[in-house]
Every structure is written in C-alpha cells, then in structure tokens.
C-alpha cells in the first residue's frame, strides 16, 4: 500500500550534522521515495498548528522554542507502508527507550531533542502534509 508521509529533520538533527545520516536510512528503504525537500526554520504559528494537540501539555512550551531554535529539514517521503515504517526508523519518543539501530536509539539521549518528526496515521499525514507543504500536489 502506497502511502505519503511528512517528515522533520528536528533543528538538534541539523546542527549535529546528522541530516545525511539520517536521509541516508530512509533512502535506502526499498520502493521509498523522497519526492519534497527543504531547509526551513519554522515559525511559531506553523508549530502551533502542527504541535496542536500538544498545546496545554507541560512539554509544549518547550518542544515549540525547541523546534524554533535553528533550521529543520522538512520532507514528503513516498512508498510502501511508509507511514508505520519511518515512524519504525525512529523509534519511540524517548531515545533511551528506543533501541539501538533506530534513529533515535543511535542519537538521542534527550526526549524532547529526539532528531525526527514522522506523521503518526494515515489521518495525520494528510493533515500535516498540507501544513508544510500546501502547494505540493
Ligand atoms: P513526533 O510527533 O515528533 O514524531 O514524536 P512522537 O509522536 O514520538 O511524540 P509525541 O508524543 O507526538 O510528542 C511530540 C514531541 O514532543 C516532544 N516531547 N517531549 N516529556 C517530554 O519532555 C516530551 N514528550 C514529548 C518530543 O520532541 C516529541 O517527539
Ligand atoms: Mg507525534
């Protein structure tokens, strides 16, 4: 089943240089296709919309200046079962829980800097989709 997801390259990601690491991984994928991709510093009002049912959780406010804090690498990944698979490649939210081969089990150590967004239901990617990239047919 082919799928379309959206991915954050988070701004720790960047400034670690880690964004070809990282790509690399997804690339590798059989039948995955990158098909967008762009250095952005996000801004404050995509963040809310992006993080909204997030807002009123104690972490919010600090994923949000976080996320403000330098450029990310936003992308639309293409391919087979890609939703649940890049969500696969990265691994659980926390990096110490995430085990060792995953993105976040390789890098992380910090919950909150955990290197990679990647869109969680088919519902969520098509909502986050149009958010980052709304002109991408
Ligand atoms: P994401 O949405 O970024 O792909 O990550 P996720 O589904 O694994 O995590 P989610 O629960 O949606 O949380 C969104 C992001 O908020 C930060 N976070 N910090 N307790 C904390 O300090 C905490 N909990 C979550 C992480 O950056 C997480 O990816
Ligand atoms: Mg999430």
Redesign the pocket.
């Known amino acids: 089943m082919s799928q379309r997801t959206l991915v954050l390259l ?1 701004p720790d990601a960047v400034r670690r240089g880690l964004v070809g690491e990282i790509i690399g991984r997804i690339e590798a994928k059989a039948d995955w296709k990158i098909t967008a991709l762009e250095l952005r510093t996000l801004d404050k009002a995509t963040l809310e919309t992006h ?1 909204a049912e ?1 807002q009123g959780r104690p ?1 919010y406010e ?2 949000v200046e976080f996320m403000l804090s330098g450029p990310s690498v936003a992308l639309v990944v293409e391919g087979e079962r890609v939703i649940e698979g890049v969500r696969a490649l ?1 691994g ?2 926390d990096p110490i829980a995430a085990a060792p081969g995953s993105i976040r089990g390789d890098y992380g150590t910090i ?4 290197l ?3 869109s ?1 239901s088919e519902e969520s990617a098509a909502r986050e989709l149009k958010i980052f990239f709304p002109d991408f047919a």
């Open positions: 988070k993080y997030h972490f600090p994923l990265a659980p939210t919950v909150r800097e955990n990679i967004h990647a969680d």
